[in-house]
Antibody, heavy 121, light 107 residues
Framework: HVQLLESGPGLVRPSETLSLTCNIS????????WTWIRQPAGKGLEWIGRFYVTGVHNYNPSLKSRVSMSVDTSKFQFSLKLSSVTAADTALYFC???????????????WGQGAPVTVSS | DVLMTQSPSSLSASVGDRVTITCRASRNINSFLNWYQQMPGKAPKLLIY???NLQSGVPSRFSASGSGTDFALIISSLQPEDFATYYC?????????FGQGTKVEIK
């Protein structure tokens, strides 16, 4: 059974870099796209980007200039860095594993519980 | 980006009611549509993928249909544990985008 658990500072100063880690257990890290999604309080879901262990990645164009992701297979961890944060980046950040069906259909199959991040001085 | 619009934004219903939530895409997304359920303070849970495929473990009272730009999620007989917010999500093109959510509340 795949389990994901996000961790990282809950408070980040404006203009600094937000760093989160997703610990993966119960599944293969060497397959599947690993994804970050965020949700401001009381609002909808926004896809941040995804990363494959080979280095293939896709980021949301709205965040692309500030986002980087990586996978550490030895530690079974998936990481997110978001630079130059502002109050607009305050949200609950989820890591998720992307599933696939019939080779074409992608969906977010497993989710972490979410890590709350507040951007404030 | 593909804009996903759900309706209604919220609804009140009673246990046993049949509930329909619709989702419209701003362009043709074929059958690349997924549905999620989110309880307050929890992560979304995948209910249905590729328009109409029930995720393992999801009760059969949930069903969905559609193609192209118009989709629907149906709960045939609402149960107490179904009161939640539901999101549609397109996976036709990057970036994946979500609807704004439909909150199902107790009448």
């Amino acid at each position: 059974h795949v389990q994901l658990l996000e961790s990282g500072p809950g408070l980040v100063r404006p203009s600094e870099t937000l760093s989160l880690t997703c610990n993966i257990s119960g599944g293969y890290i060497n397959s599947h796209y690993w994804t970050w999604i965020r949700q401001p309080a009381g609002k909808g879901l926004e896809w941040i980007g995804r990363f494959y262990v080979t280095g293939v990645h896709n980021y949301n164009p709205s965040l692309k200039s500030r986002v980087s992701m990586s996978v550490d297979t030895s530690k079974f961890q998936f990481s997110l860095k978001l630079s130059s944060v502002t109050a607009a980046d305050t949200a609950l950040y989820f890591c998720a594993r992307e599933g696939e069906a019939d080779g074409d259909f992608h969906f977010f199959e497993y989710w972490g519980q979410g890590a709350p991040v507040t951007v404030s001085s | 980006d593909v804009l996903m619009t759900q309706s209604p934004s919220s609804l009140s219903a009673s246990v046993g009611d049949r509930v329909t939530i619709t989702c419209r895409a701003s362009r043709n997304i074929n059958s690349f549509l997924n549905w999620y359920q989110q309880m307050p303070g929890k992560a979304p849970k995948l209910l249905i993928y590729a328009t109409s495929n029930l995720q393992s473990g999801v009760p059969s009272r949930f069903s969905a249909s559609g193609s192209g730009t118009d989709f629907a999620l149906i709960i045939s007989s609402l149960q107490p544990e179904d009161f939640a917010t539901y999101y549609c999500q397109q996976s036709y093109t990057l970036p994946p985008t979500f609807g704004q959510g439909t909150k199902v509340e107790i009448k």
